[in-house]
């Protein structure tokens, strides 16, 4: 069974710095590129980031470029996200997923981790 | 970058109704659209991909359409269990961006 859990998520001040992660199993994860999306409170999906197979490339949305930083780890099966200079734009429920095969989008999703930015 | 404009905002329909929701792409995005079904506290579920092609297991009222950059998603009888916001997203090239969504009630 295909799992992805997130983590790392919480409170933090404006300003800050707070690194997610995301472990995954029950597939072969360097095949797959990854992404992240997040859902601020009342609002709708924002797609955030991706990486491919070998982590050599990433885009982003233009509102987390420049502060978000996505890498992996095919070593550990594991897709991490670095968020600096958050703010409360920055609020929202994080998931990571993996894309499907072919031409498939993200098929698979994790159950989501909060991040909060308020001082 | 690409803009996708989803409509309607929201809708109330009743059981059985046919339901409709349109994006549409600022450019042509061929068929790399995608149609996402949300519902509040849980993780989004993949409806449909390549703009008609229905996910395994995805119940056959639900169907996608493509014409030219106007795409369509048409839930043909509404279940109470369709009660969800829905989403499209393109997916051709980054930015994947998202439509803004459709909240789906039952009247």
């Known amino acids: 069974e295909v799992q992805l859990v997130e983590s790392g998520g919480g409170l933090i001040q404006p300003g800050g710095s707070l690194r997610l992660a995301c472990a995954t199993s029950g597939f072969t994860f360097n095949n797959y590129w990854m992404h992240w999306v997040r859902q601020a409170p009342g609002k709708g999906l924002e797609w955030v980031s991706r990486i491919n197979r070998d982590g050599s490339e990433a885009n982003y949305a233009d509102s987390v470029k420049g502060r978000f930083t996505i890498t992996r780890d095919n070593a550990k099966s594991t897709v991490s996200l670095q968020m600096n200079g958050l703010t409360g734009e920055d609020t929202a429920i994080y998931f990571c997923g993996k894309i499907g095969g072919g031409a498939v989008p993200v098929d698979v999703w994790g159950k989501g981790i909060t991040v909060t930015v308020s001082s | 970058d690409i803009q996708m404009t989803q409509s309607p905002s929201s809708l109330s329909a009743s059981v059985g109704d046919r339901v409709t929701i349109t994006c549409r792409a600022s450019?042509?995005?061929?068929?790399?659209l995608a149609w996402y079904q949300h519902k509040p506290g849980t993780v989004p579920i993949l409806l449909i991909s390549?703009?008609?092609t229905l996910q395994s297991g995805v119940p056959s009222r639900f169907g996608g359409t493509k014409s030219g950059t106007d795409f369509t998603l048409t839930i043909s009888s509404l279940q109470p269990e369709d009660v969800a916001t829905y989403y499209c997203q393109k997916y051709n090239t980054a930015p994947w961006t998202f439509g803004q969504g459709t909240k789906v009630e039952i009247k």
């Open positions: 450019q042509d995005i061929g068929i790399y």
């Open positions: 390549t703009a008609s």
